[in-house]
């Protein structure tokens, strides 16, 4: 049986952000936790062994044929040992190799032998992260259970900007520290992970689970200190990590002629503040946006498009691996049915354009839904609000919309505040008016909540 303390093996493999896994180590120490770190042969190259010993006093494993050893078997004892093994900074080597059952070092064969839940948190280029290959390896490892933290987005050490940077190490410390109590420890009815670890669901364990909330927050409020308001840090909960959402934003313009399109108010603010909240909860996040004037939140993927047909594409392309769909684009309905390739020229008199209809985007996707996938729909109306969003919800078959009546003062296109009703089959919840952001992040609870049911 463990006692109250919990073990987190810690592996680190070889990638430049190797020195951050030593702050994850410390903030975990100082969070009650006993941890073991692990470190691969190129990940030794990056930062020592005495590092870490110094940090968890706790011997370091290198590598197999080190006979300093306190264990009998120590691959398996540290296995047996620890409740969560997490792969921080993950390399695209560690990553392909554990997906392809390999286990030729100290690392990998450790973690063969953890039956535990195991997290990673993956760190390299780019272009290395975005490689089909590593992408298969990633999804391959989310079917065992494996569960992943995003990398950020930003300058990486090659000099290339794009996702692929370490997540924040707040983050990863935060999202251990609730994995830890909530998923595998705190909750008495849960047997998640029974079969994985000692099934230990005594009051020891669930002593040792409320310990370390208290640590947490000791945790938080130091980093609080160091780094600035929460929002800032990352450290929001982190209730999506592991999950991919694909967010779309701002309005779509369909061209007449090489000068004239058809467009919208949409100014993209609602979409882009819930690609940033879900990239704050620790989701990966996609966010398909129309043109607009404002940046993308850090961390996340844009797919810029122009047309409804453009957005119509894009999504299609990433809802097959989406787990949360948010469609806060307004999409235009209709389009010229015929695009001059020239200018065209004045004539006197009035002018008629034809124009036919666009793919409805959330009203296909319905058929293309897979077991487990969520969408939440918006909705814009001038008047009949919620009865003619809840015929949206019902004709489009999704599991949530967010209705929102541009009627309301301070609500609506443009503004930096909302005021919309989250609907559902069975529910109702109008919000009030608040910043976008806030409305984005009860949008989130609200889905976090469905989901979890
Ligand atoms: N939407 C879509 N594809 C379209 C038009 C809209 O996926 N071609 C999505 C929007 O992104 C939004 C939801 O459908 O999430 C509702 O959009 P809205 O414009 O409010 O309603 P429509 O379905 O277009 O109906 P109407 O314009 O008649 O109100």
Known sequence: MLGDKKNVLLVVSGSIAAYKAADIARNLVKAGISVTVSLTANGAKFITPITFETLTASKCLVD???RSFKFDVEHISAAKAADLCVIAPASANII??????????MATTTIMACTCPKIIAPAMNTAMYDNPIVQDNMARLRKYGYRFIAPAEGLLACGDVGRGKLAPVEAI?????DLLKTDAFADPDSDKYADHETGDNTPEANAGADALTACKDNVEADKAVAVGSDEDTGLKKQDLAGRRVL?????TQE???????ITNHSSGKMGYAIAEAARKRGAEVVLVSGQVAIS???GVKLVSVVSAQDMAEAVFEHFETTDILVMAAAVADYRPAEVADQKIKKKDGDMVIRLARTTDILGTIAGKKKEGQFICGFSMETENLLENSRKKLEKKKLDMIAANSIAEPGAGFAHDTNKITIITKDSELSL???????TADRILDAIVA????
């Open 96 to 105: 392909g190799k554990i997906a392809s059952g390999i286990a030729d070092d």
């Open 450 to 453: 469905e989901i979890s049911e």
């Open 255 to 261: 061209a007449i002629d090489p000068v004239r399109y």
């Open 64 to 66: 197999t044929f080190d």
């Open 173 to 177: 410390c935060a999202y251990i520290l």
């Open 296 to 298: 993308p939140p850090e």
């Open 432 to 438: 009030p008016l608040i910043s976008k952001l806030e």
């Open 247 to 251: 967010v779309t934003a701002g309005p």
